[in-house]
């Protein structure tokens, strides 16, 4: 019964790549494991284990035993396993896998303490996510190859970004495409600085991006050019603030970066086709 399985660290052959906290109990980390396993010829026995499990998987489709459940994986699966849950690896399939593996003591984030000590949880990591998995992994690895007085710590902040990870997944909120997010972000910067002299250099700056780069996202995206989306939200900006009895139109040119008033009036008559007086 999966109730019964006993605490047990079942450890790969000793050329494989992983580790094993064997001496620091001040470490939130037990083990670690990565590289490519041949579960389809030598499975791993069920057991629960002293701390929670988390995997990804990068390539093949292994078989886990959850609660007695053989499942096959598929490669961006995340598996959540918590302390007394059962679980090891079939010997099933015919090609070896390559995961990433971490057990921690304890959950640090309360919504995953606060589920029960044998739930396990497994979801699909979006694609645009999983380097940062390995790059959390990476950084583990170097850290415990580091070991000093900072280890701890440092640890414990890769942890707490892994639950953070994992309880967004849970989360099940639809994933956003990596394009439409960052134009999302460069518009709500436009409505943020109408008043930018310099719009395009610094959205670059702040997206990390080239303006070719930039400007091919938002021709794809938006059927404009940055520059001219500015403009239109510069313009709408301007037809609110002359709506503003209490603010006097050279006022709304200053607001708006122009250092003339003549530069206003000429654009807000191009863009709208009357002068900004009209809005009287």
Not at 95 to 120: H, I, Q, T
């Amino acid at each position: 019964m999966p109730s019964r399985a006993t605490k047990h660290l079942y450890l790969p052959a000793r050329d494989r790549s992983f580790w094993r906290n064997e001496a620091s109990a001040a470490f939130p980390l037990l083990y670690l494991a990565w590289g490519r396993r041949d579960f389809h010829e030598q499975g791993v026995p069920v057991s629960t284990h002293e701390g929670w499990v988390c995997v990804c998987i990068e390539e093949g489709t292994p078989t886990i035993i959850l609660n007695d459940c053989p499942i096959k994986l598929a490669p961006g699966q995340l598996v959540f396993i918590r302390e007394n849950c059962p679980y090891g690896w079939a010997r099933a399939g015919h090609k070896s896998c390559k995961f990433l593996l971490w057990m921690w003591r304890r959950p640090l984030r309360p919504e995953l303490a606060d589920m029960v000590d044998n739930a396990s949880v497994i979801q699909k990591t979006p694609v645009a996510r999983r380097p940062l998995w390995n790059r959390l992994h990476a950084m583990c690895r170097e850290e415990i190859l580091r070991q000093d007085e900072w280890s701890p710590g440092w640890l414990e902040s890769c942890q707490l970004q892994i639950e953070v990870l994992l309880l967004r997944l849970m989360k099940a909120v639809p994933e956003e495409k990596p394009v439409a997010h960052r134009v999302a972000l460069a518009l709500a910067w436009m409505r943020l600085h109408p008043d930018s002299q310099e719009p395009i250099g610094r959205l670059c700056d702040y997206l990390g991006l080239s303006q070719p780069t930039l400007y091919r996202l938002f021709k794809n995206q938006t059927g404009e050019s940055p520059l001219a989306h500015f403009h239109r939200i510069k313009m709408n900006r301007a037809r609110e603030l002359l709506g503003n009895l209490n603010v006097s139109i050279k006022e709304a040119a200053f607001m708006l970066g122009y250092r003339h008033f003549n530069d206003f009036s000429r654009a807000y008559r191009q863009h709208f086709g009357h002068a900004p007086s009209l809005m009287r």
